[in-house]
């Protein structure tokens, strides 16, 4: 298990994990996830931002987008159907380290998004009440959490 750096030559590894976190939210808002500008998303021309993938044997089965300043997690994004628990454990240990001086980490996750939930939830993270409606017709919300660290 590695955790790399997001870079131009492991990027189409980062469009597959994109279309499979992402499919079923854009999929919910009636947009064709082929027309989403996959480098928007990751906010590759910030530098304020940075983009790890946890990889084992040559396949990619996460990458997290993290925004220090902001305290922030941008994207977490799992394929859930080759992770190993123990893999996805270390990397999410990880992305906390990341935000090391700093007390509360937030992420704003997707209504579609049911096993990241879970996930993070699992992890300490605590759902903070906020909700932002993406699209109101068709009932797509994104919710935020927070990661409050421990003394």
Known sequence: MNIVELSEKNLPEAKKLFHLAKNNFYEALGIDIESVNLEQVLKQDDDTVATYML??????????TINKPCSRIENLWINFDIVEEQYLSKFMEF???QFSAITLVFYWVDSTDYKTTHLIEDYGFE??????????EK???????VYKRKK
Do not use: A, H
């Open 55 to 64: 990889v084992d044997k040559g396949v990619y089965q996460s990458l997290v």
């Open 95 to 97: 992305v906390i380290k």
């Open 139 to 145: 009932n797509v919300l994104t919710y935020r959490y």
């Open 127 to 136: 759902y903070t009440g906020e909700q932002n409606y993406i699209d109101k």
